[in-house]
């Protein structure tokens, strides 16, 4: 299975910022769906923001508590996923998981994947 990378969690104030990042390590790839989740303690695990479809022709959702807060964006090589997290509220405060889900080229085989990161704990405090 396909093992992505995240990193930029902590701990902040509220009213600051956090930029989280998320690396797949393929060559020859293409998304479905790529984005974050989030789960807070005692609550389902939740979609924060994703990019639906590949190169040209894709779509950006967010979830209604992040709107106007938080961007979604990815590098040109499309290996990267970021999330830019503004105006952060204790509300927000969870573990944030990578998810992407597509086909890699594998020898010669296209081979689907739906692989979750290890999760990194966002949290908002003073």
């Known amino acids: 299975q396909v093992q992505l990378v995240e990193s930029g969690g902590g701990l902040v104030q509220p009213g600051g910022s956090l930029r989280l990042s998320c690396a797949v390590p393929l060559r020859s790839f293409m998304f479905n769906s790529r984005g974050w989740y989030r789960q807070a303690p005692g609550r389902q695990r939740e979609l924060v923001a994703k990019i639906d479809g590949d190169f040209g022709n894709t779509l950006t959702t967010y979830a209604d508590p992040v709107k106007g807060r938080f961007t979604l964006s990815r590098d040109g090589d499309r290996k990267m996923v970021y999330l830019q997290m503004d105006s952060l509220r204790p509300d927000d405060t969870a573990v944030y998981y990578c998810?992407?889900?597509?086909?890699?080229?594998?020898?010669?085989?296209?081979?689907?994947?739906?692989?979750w990161g290890q999760g990194t704990a966002v949290t908002v405090s003073s």
């Open positions: 998810h992407m889900k597509g086909i890699f080229s594998n020898g010669g085989e296209w081979e689907a994947f739906d692989s």
